[in-house]
């Protein structure tokens, strides 16, 4: 029981991970709109999209349960 609810709030945790890079993105393409500001490096627009993709696939992962996880894979 405990490995279910730790599963479960790790989910949690990279999911608030993968919300925040994604608000993050959201932020500079409205700052890049504004104020004509970039990133400093293109690579990084792509890097922060890995990131929250893969937290997100983490969180997806984690989410589902011990039980079914057999099944799924």
């Known amino acids: 029981m405990k490995k279910h609810k730790l599963s479960i709030f790790l989910g ?4 608030l991970i993968a919300l925040g890079s994604f608000l993050l993105q959201i932020g500079s393409l409205y700052v890049q709109q504004k104020y004509q500001l970039e990133y400093i490096d293109h690579r990084l627009f792509y890097i922060i999209n890995i990131v929250c993709l893969i937290f997100i696939l983490l969180a997806l992962f984690l ?10 894979l």
Do not use: Y
């Open 12 to 15: 949690w945790i990279c999911l």
């Open 63 to 72: 989410f589902v349960s011990f039980k079914n996880r057999g099944s799924f």
